[in-house]
């Protein structure tokens, strides 16, 4: 931490600052500027201290030296963490494709997608059972039906399954179907749930919340981390800015960004992050080029029937189209994006 | 509805847009302007039926005509809702003030904040025994003796209580002694929980999400309401934009806006919104002038020694200021700040 | 300047920073913590040199010390700067009141308006003859003649006149009649212009540019003042954000962050803020509460048939109205609002 | 235009702004739904009168249908756009790369740099002499004497060279010696220097204003276009966001928005949009994906003593390096990257 005092801060005001430092067990050094005094401050600080310090009298700023995370932080010399599910490795070098729809509506529209998707190399099934809304009045999912036709779905495909969580009650009952759990943006601060996931070794995908800095979604990461469950992933999915063309706007220069701050695989959502089937394919690429582990995509057989976000899904066909480009860009990049483990059945 | 035809849709494409429409039982309405055909849909439509348009071919746009939200809408010829808790009501025209520690922290630091802060005229007494911390390893509050001190302070100062509930699984701890219920910006969206405290008739005080427009956020109210609790006031706290010198920005055009929006009470936090104690006066004056009915502020008998949020509490003595110029400032405009009932034993 | 080494910096590394910081002729010392080495630099560094460092080797971060602005910062134990235009002041601790049409359509639509704000107490007329236009098939203003108008109008009332300047090579012209010259928001950072207005005495209103923070409005003014015109009036009119309900988000918090970082006087714009006039009383008075020195108003006879920004016009009786509430309320803060030198001949 | 009336909205207030509506010479058609009435209006609306209706009472919202850009909006069955300067084609599915220091600092930088970007396959030379500086006190550019060292790198290299225009005044001057103009993030919205760079035929690259909606952003071409300069590329750079670890967010979303909205060539600029050298090779690649037609890089063969932007500029070896993955990504996505015509003497 590094204390600046101010102009006009008197020699009680600076003497009781660093005194409040040294009460702390930690140590003082005193920079005597041609304006300003600042206190560096050596050893580790109570997260509280900084801003105690910066309420005292005298004080211009305090600023952190360093990032708050622990667990999560980027660890000199040793290699990013990979996560394996279900024969498919995330965070290796390789592409994983993560697709499905985003809410299963029936039986007949998740196994349709389920099988497509598995045909043309999808690597993981998405699909929702629980939604969270932003209406009451909107269908809020086909909740334990749903979670159990994607039982039937990776069954039949042999596609490791995400789907969402979101109440720390319902941990036992999707924890025991997914191989991946998929905590929305809407939860990315949810406390109390970040705590039930962290006592599982299941892996959660974390997607950033919409407000949310990055720093402050490592932080979340690290709630989880500190929970005792180190199967974290992090998913991008567009963050709330001016611009409303897009319906969020995907912030991929948080994958360049993640990679130096965390060893934590990175995926990116670009159809939440678009909100328009059209701009999926364009940021899926982008999302590779840029460095993503991986990708979730909507995929749909009848998107505009989609009884949820039918405007950001793909078509089964614009999938295979997306496919069809994705495999050989990766390959030029030096990436695999290895043929699915998935045997459809 | 408002469906807008791109200019190049063809006869069929348009058929089958208003085809569509139709048979949700809808009513629809063919204009052929100069360069785009544009379908006005009469019928209350299905909240699904908005994005399956835009993604239909020849679709170029579709938009909603009306908020949302019901319960929470501003209703023609009727009075604003006002709230009552012990004595004091929200949302009559008079101004109140509800104030008191970010966090319980200690017996004595509750209840000489209470102390203060009911004998300078505040009406209700804030303070959190649950606090979702960006950091697993910050303090995360006293828990259930924190609630107890809360009972305590209650009795002593005559004060009714505000204080933050975080998790479905607590609602009958924390309603058993809250007289408001506290829904904290992190959890503006957590529908579980906004769900199980509308399952009561303890007010709540939903905070906006800091990545949320005001329409997401009524639509937040909105659950509680559906799920049966009348008793909802909203609580601007400040949004992320790309300013900052103050932790957030405190949207004061919030409460013009909600005013003409909704019939709830509107609740302004300064503390939060800007970050900085030497902000929070200037600011809760603006917020009474802006018309919200009641602001919520944070006050410690020694900022620089909080555990949480020092620097923006305000010291017991600027609390006593700035209540020396809110009072005759309100009056001015014609609002009481009434004189609390409580009565300090 | 502080620089926070990187943990894995090497010695060679850490020197070689040192050297260069010592080369610049700056003193340094040297802080070896915990896990990272600090290096906190004495005396004034050159602009460029924060970004040099932050790229060397080893280097983590390079924060700086202290604002950047010199001639704009808020000065020990001085006054704060007031400004004097045609007998109105500006930042004595009144509140002034700059009120007009957006943009000058007609004479009779000035004249109108004039007295009718003159008549109500404003204090200084505001009127756009140059127009800046988001569209290039939009009015641009009355140009040259909406000078002639204003000239008249100000002969009329005795009121000082606000006007915007768009273009450097219209200097002489508009500052020949314009008692304030106002530099929009889109201009905030258009620096040939800045430093055209900067070697006038006239008064200058610069509006923050609508995606600037305070730090680079402040920079702004700096511009101004280091081309020698000490008479800037900072004036804060919404900025972009998520939120799309109204046209701008207001950014009352500016008001407090600039009192303290600058001793220049700050003016707020609740019609540009707000886009919606129904928000504009509310928000006027919001900012004066808040402390600004001055307000500036839109005010037009017929807002529904302004030719620019009429959604966000005031008519002349919901200006009076305002007026009726304005002036008792800052009385009772303790702010004169002076009864206006105009005499409406 | 669509206008919605107000629930309440009175027979005689529908018929105002009805009557106002024919008044325009449009014609309406009256849409009475369940709740509501809605006005469709058929016609070229004047760009006024879409506040001057939100204004009138009765009124509840009005919505324009369409852009209102009429130039740079894509046309049906036509061809985008492409842009030749000396040799090289933007915009015709190939990858166009801009290369070279941000500011042209001296001879021996310069063509240091211009040789070493030749040989590496970039089309196009950029190099700054005329600088926005956020502080007056920082190096402004070298100026006349800047622009004659890119002719000389231009006749060294055979690279058409890009640079910034800040000042009508300065059009003679600049368009001069440069192939492309650039108008900088801070100028986007400088209407009397778009309306200057319109009256030429010189190539114009437009950045997108940093507080700019895409929308705001294409009206800025569409000045330059009306003024007659057909020759207009679009330019992301990167907007305000709430995100503090990248200088600015780029945003890609932008690429298949503009794709479909505009026929202009696509440019992005990864180096403002990031701010930091060690992400511009990851958002080159996800630009280039996303299919911008071409990219701006700011290379200096000595990072750490570069006067402007040094954190964010490429060494040699980098910009190297990422030629090294630029061009075969961009072959397997089928978009050529041509060997430049650049002949280095």
Same mark, same amino acid.
């Given at each position: ?13 600076? +003497? ?5 430092? $040294?009460?702390? &067990?930690? @140590? !003082?050094? =005193?920079?005597? %500027?041609?304006e300003k ?10 997260? +509280? ?5 910066? $309420?005292?009298? &005298?004080? @211009? !700023?305090? =600023?952190?030296? %360093? ?23 995330? &965070? ?119 407000g949310n ?76 080029a840029a ?55």
């Open positions: 931490m590094i204390v600046v005092l101010a102009k006009q801060a008197s020699g009680d005001q600076i +003497e009781a600052v660093a005194g409040r430092i $040294r009460a702390e &067990g930690l @140590e !003082t050094r =005193m920079l005597y %500027g041609v005094t600042v206190i560096a401050v050596i050893g580790h600080r109570p997260p +509280e201290l900084l801003q105690q310090i910066q $309420r005292m009298p &005298g004080v @211009e !700023t305090a =600023m952190p030296v %360093g990032a708050p995370y622990k667990l999560a932080a980027q660890r000199d010399g040793q290699a990013r963490t990979s996560i394996s599910v279900g024969g498919v490795t995330i &965070g290796d070098g390789s592409v994983a494709v993560m697709a499905g729809p985003c809410t299963v509506e029936s039986r007949e529209q998740l196994l349709t997608t389920a099988r497509h998707v598995a045909a043309q190399g999808a690597h993981i099934l998405r699909g929702g059972a629980f939604k969270p809304r932003s209406s009451p009045y909107s269908f809020q999912g086909m909740g334990a039906e749903g979670l159990r036709l994607l039982e039937e779905a990776k069954a039949l495909t042999g596609l490791p399954v995400i789907t969402e969580i979101l109440d720390p009650r319902q941990v036992e009952e999707v924890a025991g179907i997914a191989d991946i759990l998929q905590i929305g943006t809407r939860n990315a601060q949810n406390y109390p749930l970040l705590n039930e996931v962290g006592r599982l070794e299941t892996p959660v995908l974390l997607k950033r919340g919409m800095t990055i720093e402050e979604w490592i932080m979340c990461a690290e709630y989880i981390l500190a929970a005792g469950n180190p199967n974290v992933l992090l998913c991008e999915r567009g963050i709330r800015t001016f611009e409303t063309e897009s319906r969020f706007t995907l912030d991929l220069n948080a994958v360049p960004l993640l990679r130096r701050a965390t060893h934590l695989p990175i995926v990116v959502d670009p159809s939440q992050g678009t909100g328009k089937w059209h701009m999926v394919e364009s940021m899926t690429l982008a999302a590779v460095g993503a582990d991986g990708v979730l995509l909507e995929v749909h057989p009848s998107p505009d029937t989609a009884l949820i976000d039918g405007a950001q899904s793909l078509s089964l066909e614009h999938f295979t189209q997306l496919m069809g480009k994705l495999v050989p860009m990766a390959q030029a990049l030096g990436r695999p994006v290895p043929a699915a483990a998935a045997a459809v059945t």
